[in-house]
């Protein structure tokens, strides 16, 4: 399976500012896809990427896939306190694998 | 109500007994998921099924069976419950492997004394 690798691994992230999380592999990519788990709840998927370089964005999040497919990211502005949570990555060509996640703690 | 649903939510079983995890989805998926999840390891991928009768082993299948005799159904068992298996347990389900999202069920907390 394809194997993909989140940093950071924790983020403490002031309300009103911005972040990022990355997410990296050593293998090309066939696809991206972002999910959030919010404190207690289950996986819910935010977006898909599967072309090189491919931007999408969605409101405050800008999603990225890099033009060797081998790393993403995930960006997010004016952080706000539904933006707590664990973000993860996940790919596969025969089975989805997942990072370990980025968790994200706003502080007020 | 339709969608993706686990049961038990919560399970608390002895070291040594036989537990079933039971999920059932009614979007007639071809693709399920049994993911489990623990503290600084993420999600990691038991076993999953690309349709009815096919499965096929993931990240750390040992310890556990999976069968898909119906379409809408994908139980996981523990043959023989291990305190390393406390964890909590997630089943998913995608319409087809690539180019398309998984929808998670709410998860089940199974714990291992």
């Known amino acids: 399976g394809q194997q993909v690798m989140q940093i950071p691994q924790y983020q403490h992230v002031q309300e009103g500012e911005d972040f990022t999380t990355y997410c990296n592999s050593s293998?090309?990519?066939?696809?991206i896809q972002w999910y959030k788990q919010r404190p207690g709840g289950h996986p819910v998927f935010l977006i898909q990427?599967?072309?090189?370089?491919e931007v999408k964005k969605q409101k405050r999040l800008t999603f990225q896939f890099g033009e060797a497919k081998k790393n993403s990211s995930l960006h997010i502005t004016a952080t706000q306190t539904t933006d707590v949570g664990t973000y993860f990555c996940?790919?596969?060509?025969?089975?989805?694998?997942f990072g370990k996640g980025n968790q994200v703690v706003v502080i007020p | 109500d339709a969608g993706i649903t686990q049961s038990p939510r919560y399970k608390i079983t002895e070291t040594g007994r036989q537990v079933t995890l039971m999920c059932h989805q009614t979007w007639s998926h071809s693709y399920m998921f049994w993911y489990r999840q623990d503290l600084g390891h993420g999600l990691r991928l038991i076993y999953y099924?690309?349709?009815?009768?096919?499965?096929d082993k993931g990240e750390v299948p040992d310890g556990y069976v999976v069968s898909r005799s119906k379409t809408e159904n994908f139980p996981l068992t523990l043959e023989s419950a291990t305190r390393s298996q406390t964890s909590v347990y997630f089943c998913a389900s995608s319409f087809q492997f690539m180019n398309t999202e998984a929808f998670f069920g709410q998860g089940t907390r199974l714990t291992v004394v």
């Open positions: 996940a790919s596969g060509n025969n089975r989805l694998a």
């Open positions: 293998t090309t990519l066939s696809n």
């Open positions: 990427l599967v072309k090189s370089g």
């Open positions: 099924s690309a349709a009815a009768d096919i499965t």
